[in-house]
């Protein structure tokens, strides 16, 4: 996927991009409210379902087609690009027929093969931008699959939106964030436009910004934020959509962490962290010789390779010391873990 287009004609100068509107559209007067309101916050982009996945039946379902037209009035009356969400070749064919500027598949889309073959053939032929949403499961060759369905059907203004994935215990978050996967993608698809959902991440509206601010901060080129006019009145996801103003104030305090970094500062930095990972990969390259050694001494004596007690000493040891490091507990285990299996290994395969 080296050859995609960008997602706008203009897109270059618009760094990072903002999407936002209400998570669903409920009634031609609450669409054109928080329209103008963003608009008037200084937002282009404007997103709304109109079909809502929803994971049990008996939820709002959205106002499907008719609401097509309540996105016409709000891209005529404000200028604004429309986006909103499709899940079928019917919605395909509803979009394409009302000029929508732009589409997005949503998680529980995203992760279905045979759907995302179904919307690649529906799509095929139209330059249409398309973001596509991680499957809900943290499985990002799946992910990828679906990227590459709508590449093939030909289509190149392709981009990438992360919203969390789905765990056993997600904290304080509705989708925790597993940051490594977008990040892994990022490095497989270097050229994919890359955009953070801080709203479904968190699923709680205090938690947005933070969200928003680590995903800038981790290079995302833009996010989807989920806006409206009277967020606790909202018909879905009330507790995680901004008002407009929060909104733009937010995005405020986003543009100037952006335009405080300084390049040359940065280039120092990560000479440091260049510097400061050739010691630690020595570091760990001097680990295994010794280990090396034990695995010697161990066959000579006739004692196994694995000594468990050893093992949970080690990772008490230093489990206990990562606080005081400024490390969480939880890391320095899966580190030493991953270490350990590595020990093992070299001590079993000789
Ligand atoms: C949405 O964007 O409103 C939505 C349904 O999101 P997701 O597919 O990420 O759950
Ligand atoms: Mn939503």
Redesign the pocket.
């Known amino acids: 996927m080296n050859d995609l287009h960008p997602l706008f004609p203009a897109d270059a100068a618009a760094h990072p991009r903002f999407i936002v509107g209400p ?2 559209a409920e009634t031609e007067e609450q669409t054109l409210a928080t329209a103008r309101r963003l608009a008037a916050e200084g937002f282009t982009l404007f ?1 709304a ?1 109109l079909w ?2 929803r994971t049990r039946p008996g939820g709002f379902e959205g106002v499907g087609a008719a609401g097509l037209a309540w996105l016409d009035r709000v891209r005529r009356e404000t200028g604004m690009l429309v986006a909103t ?1 499709v899940a079928t070749r019917d919605h395909v064919r509803a979009v394409l027929d009302a000029g929508i500027d732009l589409v ?1 598949i ?5 992760g279905d093969p045979f759907a995302m073959q179904e919307l690649a053939d529906a799509l095929a032929g139209h330059d249409l931008p398309v973001l596509v ?2 499957p ?1 499961s943290p499985d990002l060759e799946l992910w990828i699959g679906a990227l590459q369905r709508l590449y093939n059907a030909g289509l190149r203004r392709l981009g990438a ?1 992360h ?2 994935f789905a765990t056993l215990d997600g904290g304080a978050y509705r ?1 925790p964030p597993l940051w490594a996967l977008p990040i892994e993608l990022r490095r497989r698809l270097p050229q994919l436009p890359l955009l953070c ?1 801080p ?2 991440i968190g699923g709680r509206r205090d938690l947005v910004a933070s969200l928003a601010r680590q995903a800038l901060d981790l290079g995302f080129d833009g996010l ?1 934020v ?1 806006a409206h006019c009277a967020p606790d009145e909202a018909w ?2 009330s507790a995680q959509q901004l008002s407009p103003a929060e909104l733009g104030a937010l995005v405020r305090t986003l543009v100037v962490r952006c335009d405080g970094t300084g390049a040359a500062p940065l280039a120092a930095l990560r000479e440091r962290i260049d510097r400061t990972d050739d010691e630690l990969l020595a570091l760990l390259a001097r680990r295994m010789e010794i280990v090396r050694e034990i695995g010697e001494m161990k066959r000579r004596e006739g004692l196994p390779v694995l000594q468990t007690g050893r093992y949970g000493e080690l990772l008490d040891r230093l489990t206990a010391r990562a606080a005081g490091l400024g490390l969480h507990a939880d890391f320095v285990r899966r580190f030493m873990q991953l270490v350990h299996e590595e020990a093992v290994r070299q001590q079993i395969e000789r």
Do not use: F, L, Q
């Open positions: 998570c669903s997103r379902g809502k996945p969400e997005w949503g998680a529980r889309t995203a949403k991680n809900a939106i919203r969390g989708n959902d709203s479904h989807v989920e879905s996801d």
